[in-house]
């Protein structure tokens, strides 16, 4: 059974902007935080932004702070993360991942932390 799945990847010109989609479980969208990362070839697998379940608390690494955006769609099980503005160093894969968190508590995408993965959707910025 697929726990999380992503899509809305896809090129992109600088400044253009993307979608990403993360559709989860219903057992792991209601319990759990749902966080962003993404990688670039043969760089680390980097936490840009997360949000909470329970509480709808936000997080964002400096590099996308003001230009994307996390969101979610609870009758859709869906975690959005619109991506604005977009330049030359975002170009990755990107992945949705779940960590649980306790009830009114705070996100943060540690990489080490994540109970479920997606197979990730890849962003390509090029004129």
């Known amino acids: 059974q697929v726990q999380l799945a992503e899509s809305g990847g896809g090129l992109v010109q600088p400044g253009g902007s993307l979608r990403l989609s993360c559709t989860a479980s219903?057992?792991?969208?209601?319990?759990?935080?749902i966080a962003w990362f993404r990688q670039a070839r043969e760089n680390e697998r980097d936490g840009i932004s997360c949000i909470s379940p329970n509480n709808g608390l936000t997080y964002y690494a400096d590099s996308v702070k003001g230009r994307f955006t996390i969101s979610r769609d609870n009758a859709k099980r869906t975690v959005y993360l619109e991506m604005n503005n977009l330049k030359p160093e975002d170009p990755a894969v990107y992945f949705c991942?779940?960590?649980?968190?306790?009830?009114?508590?705070?996100?943060?995408?540690?990489?080490?932390?994540?109970?479920?993965w997606g197979k990730g959707t890849q962003v390509t910025v090029s004129s």
């Open positions: 219903e057992y792991i969208f209601e319990n759990f935080a």
């Open positions: 991942a779940a960590d649980m968190v306790l009830r009114g508590a705070s996100c943060f995408p540690n990489r080490y932390g994540q109970d479920y």
